[in-house]
């Protein structure tokens, strides 16, 4: 990996972090080459009524994950969204979120990227893939990237 992959990563970590909605998730996050990693605390003021996190919250640990691990290889511009699919197959309602998200395909017009999450004893609590596409947006130190 060279220095200018390194400080990329950092820069998208820190834009991640500086983000105004993750003040109230207090995620963590860690980029690499066409992968991150989101850690969501649990609080139960993400609770459903039926007393676990809601999957608004399941959608933007998996969401966030893909999204980084695609705009790990954009080097000059903001990804966006363009689709994500979402599989719930376990509640959770104490410890940890943590989602991975892989590349697992791109071309020049969009990046194909996957996600899982887990509780914090490793089990798959959802599963998630989506499409990313290059935006006409720059990566600026005013969005966060410094």
Known sequence: MSANHSKHYRKLEHMYLSARC????????????????????????????GGAVHGSVYFKALDDAAYFSANSIVMDAFVLTANFNIYLTRPISKGHMKAIGTVVHATRSQIIAEAALYDEKYRLIAKGSGTYVKSRADLTEEMGYK
């Open 22 to 49: 993750n003040e109230y998730y207090q995620p963590e996050i860690k980029i690499a080459d066409k992968s991150a990693e989101v850690i969501i605390p649990v609080g139960d003021k993400m609770f459903h009524a």
